[in-house]
């Protein structure tokens, strides 16, 4: 990651210069100099919003949202974890916000154009929580009139590739051909790949783009800030995904 790249060419800065700062010779200190300045200018690149907002259009861009109706009917939809938050209610008790991609989901399963709602097995991430993020969405999902046999979740994962291992035996389980991917467009093509490297008989289902970082003066687009740090860090993470073996 940029921030990881960044902090062990400073590091490197930093020991080449203790260990030739008795030295004679400069070649030592300037190799220092010059992966001191490279570590300084990739935690700029990286944490400015030029750079997020380009790395997120690149990996957000071959995976568009469709309307409902230009979907075709599939045997299941596939609510990848990590889409909900954790909230806490007013009586201390944790609940979740179901997010976009439960909630696209949910259009696909109402319009009749998904016979099963599957659902992930991951953690609900609410400090303490026994339940996991689908068990909160299973009950979400029946409160709106979905069967419960038409929702299913998967035993417990932990990284995406746990999930595609899931559907890929839930889906030869059930003799699924057509299986959603329900997902943001900047993760589906990393979530989308590994799916059907085990087998998935998976296609893609885009719940949406990730929201703009604010709105700013031009100008203060070439100051770096975190919002932008952490978009490029995200992006970089899916790129990265899609070129692993």
Same mark, same amino acid.
């Given at each position: 990651?940029?921030?990881?790249?960044? !902090?062990?060419?400073? /590091?490197?800065?930093?020991?080449?210069?203790? !260990?030739?700062?008795?030295?004679?010779?400069?070649?030592? %200190? %300037?190799?220092?100099?010059?992966?001191?300045?490279?570590?300084?200018?990739?935690?700029?690149?990286?944490?400015?919003?030029?750079?997020?907002?380009?790395? #997120?259009? $690149?990996?957000?861009?071959?995976?568009?949202?469709?309307? /409902?109706?230009?979907?075709?009917?599939?045997?299941?939809? $596939?609510?990848?974890?990590?889409g909900s938050v954790?909230?806490?209610?007013?009586?201390?008790? $944790?609940?979740?916000? +179901?997010?976009?991609? $439960?909630?696209?989901?949910? =259009?696909?399963?109402?319009a009749n154009r998904?016979?099963? !709602?599957?659902?992930?097995?991951?953690?609900?991430?609410?400090?303490?929580?026994?339940?996991?993020?689908?068990?909160?969405?299973?009950?979400?999902?029946?409160?709106?009139?979905?069967d419960a046999e038409? /929702?299913?979740?998967?035993?417990?994962?932990? #990284? +995406?590739?746990?999930?595609?291992?899931?559907?890929?035996?839930?889906?030869?389980?059930?003799?699924?051909?057509?299986?959603?991917?329900? +997902?943001?467009?900047?993760?589906?093509? %990393?979530?989308?790949?590994?799916?059907?490297? =085990?087998?998935?008989?998976?296609?893609?289902?885009? +719940?949406?783009?990730?929201?703009?970082?604010?709105?700013?003066?031009?100008?203060?687009?070439?100051?770096?800030?975190?919002?932008?740090?952490?978009?490029? #860090?995200?992006?970089?993470?899916?790129?990265?995904?899609? !070129?692993?073996?």
């Amino acid at each position: 990651m940029p921030v990881g790249i960044s !902090l062990e060419l400073g /590091i490197a800065a930093l020991l080449l210069i203790i !260990l030739f700062r008795k030295q004679a010779r400069p070649i030592g %200190r %300037r190799i220092a100099c010059a992966l001191g300045i490279v570590s300084i200018l990739i935690l700029y690149a990286s944490s400015i919003r030029l750079t997020a907002e380009g790395l #997120t259009a $690149f990996v957000e861009r071959d995976y568009p949202p469709l309307p /409902i109706d230009r979907i075709e009917p599939v045997d299941a939809v $596939f609510v990848l974890g990590g889409g909900s938050v954790p909230i806490r209610r007013r009586d201390g008790s $944790f609940g979740l916000e +179901t997010g976009p991609r $439960f909630e696209a989901a949910m =259009e696909l399963v109402s319009a009749n154009r998904a016979r099963m !709602l599957v659902l992930s097995g991951c953690g609900s991430q609410a400090p303490g929580d026994p339940r996991g993020e689908g068990d909160h969405l299973r009950d979400q999902a029946l409160r709106r009139g979905v069967d419960a046999e038409r /929702i299913l979740i998967t035993p417990f994962v932990r #990284t +995406t590739g746990d999930e595609a291992r899931a559907i890929a035996e839930l889906s030869k389980q059930h003799g699924w051909s057509r299986v959603a991917i329900a +997902t943001d467009a900047g993760h589906m093509g %990393r979530a989308l790949a590994l799916a059907r490297a =085990e087998g998935a008989p998976a296609v893609p289902f885009t +719940t949406g783009y990730d929201p703009p970082l604010p709105a700013q003066p031009a100008l203060l687009g070439w100051l770096p800030t975190a919002a932008a740090l952490h978009r490029t #860090t995200q992006a970089w993470h899916e790129i990265l995904g899609r !070129l692993a073996p």
